[in-house]
């Protein structure tokens, strides 16, 4: 297993990188389903990052608990200065993801926004199946991600924005993944269905809503 990318260098400046490129289109990707998150009482936030995300859902959701899974320290750092007050409901674990093991054995809301593309396909197939197993039956899981829509903006932008994405990752982080993951077939395979899908930038971003198979049929 490759060790963990290092996200430290770039916790400091990582929303200001955010602004500058994506303006608030990755923001407007990460709320996409956050009116449907109001009753979950047991959060996990995979890759959390710098927390703003978490620190939404703590002011919109005022009784969900949260556990914040991340390999970077200053990343981990920013998401208790960003959920402020509310960081009494955030348990944060530093830690590789693919080898931490859940403390929760029912967890109603899983989040991985901009995390499944640190992983191998293979790496999302096996968190997801970890992540199934510690999930109650009416759990859903939000991700968002970046996609290559079929077509010439395919082709023109997206294929070469992820290719750049990709490179400056590596260099700024040591990222080792270079291609995004089927994590669609993953989360299949571990017993997701997706539930709902919203597609911002002509497909450029996805935002996904997961839940459980038996939510499915
Ligand atoms: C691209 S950033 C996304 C952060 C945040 N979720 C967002 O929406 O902006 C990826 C985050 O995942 C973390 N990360 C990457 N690989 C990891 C791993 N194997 N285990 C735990 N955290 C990881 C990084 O430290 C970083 O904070």
Same mark, same amino acid.
């Given at each position: 297993m490759n060790r963990a990318p290092n996200f430290n260098r770039v916790a400091l400046i990582y929303a200001a990188m955010e602004k500058a490129t994506f303006g608030p289109w990755l923001w407007r990707c990460r709320c996409s389903f956050l009116p449907e &998150? #109001? #009753?979950?009482r047991s959060g996990l936030v995979v890759? =959390?990052? /710098?927390g703003r995300f978490t620190a939404k859902l703590l002011e919109e959701n005022s009784l969900v608990l949260v556990d914040a899974v991340d390999a970077s320290t200053e990343m981990l750092h920013k998401l208790s200065c960003n959920a402020? &007050?509310?960081?009494?409901?955030v348990r944060m674990h530093l830690a590789d993801a693919r080898e931490w093991e859940p403390?929760?054995?029912?967890? /109603?809301l899983i989040v991985t926004h901009f995390f &499944? =593309?640190? &992983? #191998?396909t293979a790496e999302v197939g096996t968190l997801a199946h970890k992540i199934r197993s510690h999930a109650s039956a009416n759990a859903v899981w939000v991700v968002s991600e970046f996609a290559i829509p079929k077509g010439w903006l395919g082709w023109l932008i997206a294929r070469p924005l992820v290719l750049g994405l990709y490179g400056a990752f590596f260099v700024l982080t040591g990222l080792r993944v270079q291609r995004l993951p089927k994590y669609g077939e993953a989360l299949v395979e571990a017993g997701w269905a997706r539930l709902s899908e919203k597609k911002l930038l002509g497909g450029l971003l996805v935002s996904e809503l997961w839940g459980t198979d038996s939510q499915a049929e």
């Open positions: &998150l #109001t #009753t979950q890759g =959390d990052g /710098d402020g &007050l509310r960081a009494g409901r403390e929760n054995s029912a967890y /109603d &499944l =593309d640190c &992983l #191998t």
